[in-house]
């Protein structure tokens, strides 16, 4: 249950009824919230005086419903650069899976510049299954991300791959990326919710819809508004692709929720050859961005390296999405 | 492995030489070919003599392979309805998930007509889950099918159930639907595969996509050269949705196989709040058709009350998807 | 909704109130019963004259739930074998996947005389994934199980693979098998609801717990109280064997359902090395039975050569059952 | 691939050799090993001079594959308490979900003693999926447990949550427990793997065995011997239960890998109903330990209530299990 105090409640009698309410504080504009879980007990009517509103729900997804916030929550990447809200922005982000050298980062930014793609992705932290495989340059990454940053222009989003890094990457990223496998991680989902830059929370490949909204709430209600939700394909029973996007998950999401919607599927199919076809679809859905693997030459990649597509095929490809994109009313930025 | 005998080879010899070689003798045009499984024992070359080409396989999808054809099967509803091939055509068919009534059916074939949606669905043999629920109207419902199809000039596309009733269906439909629930059934797939009409076979909900192809090669090998592959969602840890719609594994059919495909957003979903949009993310894959579910009232619908569209929704989704298909290269018809 | 209709019901009333409450009618011991779906509506106070018991369900699991008999039903396959009730039988059933030959069968029969195993499985048709495989032997292997029946005193169980060959089975199986495949199959599960036969219902592998035992009550109610549930591993994203066996399910079926239960781990895992140590796991929940694929040359089978116990193999196996069946309080039969 | 350095290469000779073939360096009894990517290049040959073996590996299960060392590995939770190896032990740990106040976790430890159990367990940090639920005591919770620790004699186990608090548990605990939302954290395997400390690692429920060993090989490649695996149910399309408990997978495990398997019935059903069944199924198996959540009253348990045995229940399934224990030729301790 979401309870909106009166304006008048101060800090210190918010934060003494939520220790007797067991619920969380939450500083909203102009007044405090108190959130608890939905099986919490009732409220006795002595209360009542403190309350303006309260929003009971069936379920721990609060913050995020709809039934809270009834539209899509605006999140500004930059002034310019906006999604969600009334706009009908779907803003495109691209670039390798991850920084492997100076060399092939400043042309992953290149091309953006050339297509006048506003926000580079690259992982300097890499969630690798195997020990034994090319791990992420790390903090070196993260610094090649500035120069781009500031050579370039654009805003950079990179992931978190455990709490060891998160303060790190706060600092260089402008969207910090939660990554699939660490959709349940509290330490990064606390200090995300402190940070006050947006997030893309990645959906983890075996977490349901209300466990990924759930991950979403410990942003929210850790005071950061600015929630970016992220379907990246979920496992199942097919093995043929890598994963399967699921885009009825994406009809429910954009049904129930007020968070923008950003899809990647290139993590989904985990092939070159699907993306373009799957990025199609995803913007015919009305989704407010895509998150698409580029790499200057797929087959020599460090990691992911079926899946990337080369230049060639992203300059034809995001060629083509801005006519879909207008089929059904929506600006590719 | 598929075997291209030489076209001197007469039908008796063809059938000594697949007996010999255990393999399916399958009439094609002007010769017979052999096809026996990917594991199957190497050939002597003292059948050479009988030999124009081989195609090998690793696996066993043959018939429907692009290593064997290379392009996508065109496939011919009437003369003037055609889906696959070089057209571009993407096939919009609709109707209720049940024919419940002459009133209601002749109100879903009143809406195709208006709208000029050339076929019509309904299912007259239901394959529910539990014996306590209505079962549908049998070959009462196919006779108003066939009512319709004469009264309106439209092609009717219903569903075999199981063994028992698909010589009616064969008799009482234009194309043949096999259920998910059918797909492994060799009983139908046999009766399909010697039918000659055009069938649809609808992917199981538990089925990889390479025991789908599979059970399209039963029908392709049974010599019915008309096979339209429909993904309608697998079963998947998410229950928010009814199903799971795999648009990777339709990336997969499209970049692997030479049949058609048809989307089932409907029961993918399997409720109507998400299927315009997912309607649009189909059409922007390039698809060769659409099987929408439409119901005059879909409150009160005997079976998938749930995920039906209204005619006023469908409508305004006809509507909009022209331009999504337009987009990207193709037509509804 | 289970509706138990006073003695002096005659059948006409009955089937003339079934109409009236669209429900099945179904003769129990004495009596009639009436059962309707559980979203059914509810019954008018006037038939209350001619009900002596209601049993509401909140799902389609009626007949087969503890809520209307509080035990476990007892299915006699003869005289002196009996599975359920209040006896502590573990059945043992092994033999090959499929009959192969007769000198094979023969095999299998001998090693099932030499170690008191009463009951021999093998199929005769094969429901395959691909055309291009062996199909089984059809009707010529029927009649070599006879001949093991007949010659050997064993009971015979195969499998139904579709509802064009159901009659045969039921002619010569003395346990009607439904296979995974065919679980929703209606053709065959209303000739098993007519056939008098013990049945046993394989689990579809895509199949849920609600879906399995609804599949049990189209037998159920249409007449035939003789139903046993087999688990054999449902499909996961696991596939490093070949399916998952689901012994959570196993106790929610133990715990909710009257039918008892045998288990096949041979098909579950795919592969001989973890027969012997999942059979124990099985026979420890206390289970009703076992299907252990056995062969006399595994190697040279010709279906699911790997996971097929020889028989030095299944005789050691067999020993260590008894042990653990009687650690738990049971006997293996 | 892992490589075998002879005895007199040197600890600074081994890391050049690491360096110039991107290897993991490793220090075992006596000689260093280096262990590269599977997909790693072939060594040339002018390396031979420092090598005595080498073990090529086909994916990256490596260290913990029975090709490596062809056994299970002992592990010493203390002098007298050992799992793996030669023994046959099989060790109960049970103890509450959460430590929620000493009353509580004094009633568990009592049990401990009283039944003979040696390794109690407690989550002081709750991998809750809502910020809105009680999320564990924190420090306060180990403290605790340290004290039943001293009072009591008894052992140790609790989750690692997020790499937040990992060195605070590695303080506290004699067993770390790295809980399935944390099995791919990296910053959590790496503190681990130099720890020094028993590592009960759960698999994921989205893990893949493969990747759910890869895991392991993060903790065995930083320099830690003792890792113990636990299954404790993967996420599929049946939700009837919580989870699915996978023992196909761990018979894949103990055929293929060298680690002792402790297997956790609780979390995989979700409901104390199945718990004893499960638990006997388990033991009957051979597996090395099982985890069993008890509570004095459940029904009050701040996290897990459903699935948490009473005392009473746990005390009679522990004095059942000792019986299938010596079934299969093993010892309950």
């Known amino acids: 249950m979401i309870i909106h105090l009166k304006a008048e409640v101060t800090k210190e009698k918010a ?12 500083q909203r504009e102009g007044f405090f919230a108190l959130i608890s879980s939905s099986k919490g007990k009732s409220i006795d009517e002595k209360y009542n005086q403190f309350i303006v509103e309260r929003f009971p729900f069936e379920d721990d997804m609060q913050l995020a419903s709809k039934k809270y916030i009834n539209g899509v929550r605006e999140i500004k990447i930059t002034d310019s650069i906006s999604i969600g809200g009334n706009n009908k ?41 195997t020990p034994y495989a090319f791990q992420g340059m790390g903090l070196a990454g993260l610094k090649l991300l500035d120069k781009m940053r500031t050579k370039h222009g654009l805003k950079i989003i990179t992931e978190i791959r455990d709490s060891t890094h998160v ?20 330490g990064i989902l606390k200090a995300c919710g402190k940070s006050g830059k947006p997030v893309l929370l990645k959906r983890g490949f075996g977490a349901t819809l209300q466990e990924f909204v759930q991950a979403a709430e410990f942003i929210l209600s850790g005071g950061n508004d600015k929630v970016i939700l992220c379907e990246r394909g979920i496992r199942t029973f097919e093995t043929k692709t890598r994963f399967t996007l699921d885009l009825c998950g994406v009809a429910y999401l954009k049904q129930y929720t007020n968070l923008p919607i950003i899809l990647d599927p290139s993590h989904a199919i985990g092939f070159a050859y699907g993306v373009a076809d799957l990025s199609k679809a995803c913007v015919a859905m009305g989704v407010d ?3 698409i693997e580029t790499h200057p030459n797929p087959a020599v990649a460090k990691s992911d390296a079926a899946q990337q597509l080369n230049f060639k095929q992203f300059r034809e490809l995001y060629a083509e999405l801005g006519a879909v994109a207008n089929a059904v009313g929506r600006t590719m930025i």
Do not use: F, W
């Open 89 to 129: 922005n779907t803003l495109m982000i691209t670039g390798p899976c991850s920084v492997e050298s100076e060399e092939q980062i400043e042309q992953c930014a290149a091309l953006c510049v050339e297509l006048g793609v506003k926000v580079l992705r690259a992982g300097a932290y890499k969630p690798r299954t």
């Open 15 to 26: 934060e003494q009824l939520g220790a007797e309410l067991e619920s969380i504080v939450l």
């Open 167 to 186: 303060n790190e990457i706060i600092e260089y990223a402008d969207i910090l990326q939660i990554g699939a496998k660490a959709m349940y991680d509290h």
């Open 289 to 291: 961005g895509l998150l």
